[in-house]
């Protein structure tokens, strides 16, 4: 069945982009570190009685997928979030790709909300999903002292932004090859044990943006960085974070579907071998957050 996983990846993800390289590393587990960037920015928290995150959601179907609500999924509670993608490919042999994300979702909620740290959770829901299908995972929570613990699984991912200073972390994707991210699934190899995880200090006020690959195959972080912080100067609380959670996703997807634009995603394959330009139309989920102390 590794088959499927790792040789179709290219079809699964989009047609016409995705090859094997000849010689590919063995997958290890990886423990996120503070990078340089991070530490940069680091300061120790203040003193706080609890943390939690405020957040706003914005789910924007692929155009195509609109009446089954696409493909992507997301939970959001006071102190966890995440954010799943589910793999298109599925959908030529019959199968909605987008049951198997939401069910991935559902069960790694209930986990959490048992108790469950991030591995223990999302691994527990890997095991019980007896859907077929896979999904990228992007999870996120809030810890005491005023840290975020992430765990990351293919090419979804966690942007920091503080206001004052900047984007000041983001996760690195995790792909076999171009446009084949790790991902979990029915029939996959790829396990929890493989995805990135790692904690990074927050402060009060800085911002979260977890989104699937909709959101961060066309918009650069430049850009999504200035969006941020001028939201943040022109509106206040619960409002700042619906128009930064809808600012970006529609500028993504308006981004998506212009030919001769430099996304992201063309960098990347530009990066492989491929040569194109334009945005890449997909799914766009992101969960806009702003750690808040008390």
């Known amino acids: 069945m590794r088959a499927l996983g790792f040789a179709g990846c290219g079809l699964l993800r989009l047609s016409g982009y995705g090859g094997a390289p000849k010689h590919r590393a063995a997958i290890q587990p990886r423990r996120l570190l503070v990078t340089a960037s991070t530490a940069e920015y680091e300061s120790t928290p203040p003193a706080a009685k609890s943390w939690k995150l405020e957040t706003a959601v914005s789910n924007l179907p692929h155009p195509e997928k609109l009446e089954k609500g696409g493909e992507d999924a997301f939970f959001v509670l006071e102190t966890a979030m995440g954010v799943f993608d589910g793999v298109g490919g599925w959908a030529s042999q019959g199968i909605d790709p987008g049951l198997y994300s939401r069910k991935l979702s559902k069960l790694t909620e209930e986990q959490i909300k048992e108790g469950k740290d991030l591995a223990e959770a999302l691994d527990h829901a890997h095991k019980n999903n007896d859907l077929q299908g896979s999904t990228t995972a992007c999870i996120a929570s809030i810890l005491p002292g005023g840290k975020i613990a992430l765990l990351n699984v293919g090419d979804s991912g966690l942007i920091a932004i503080r206001p004052s200073q900047g984007i000041y972390f983001k996760t690195p994707d995790q792909q076999h090859y171009f446009n084949c991210p790790f991902q979990l699934g029915s029939t996959y190899e ?19 943006i977890l989104a699937t690959d909709g959101l961060l ?11 941020v912080k001028d939201l943040d100067k022109e509106k206040s609380g619960r409002d700042a974070l619906k128009a930064i959670a809808d600012t970006l ?6 981004l998506a579907v212009e030919e001769k634009y430099w996304s992201p995603f063309a960098m990347n394959a530009s990066k492989y071998g491929y040569s194109t330009l334009g945005g890449k139309l997909d799914d766009i989920t992101l969960i806009a957050a702003r750690a808040v102390s008390s």
Do not use: C, F, W
Request: net charge negative.
């Open 217 to 227: 195959d066309n918009l650069h972080d430049i850009e999504l960085e200035q969006i």
């Open 249 to 254: 996703s529609i500028r993504a997807q308006t």
């Open 190 to 208: 790829d396990k929890v044990k493989d995805g990135i995880a790692g904690e990074i200090p927050v402060q009060s006020g800085d911002y979260l």
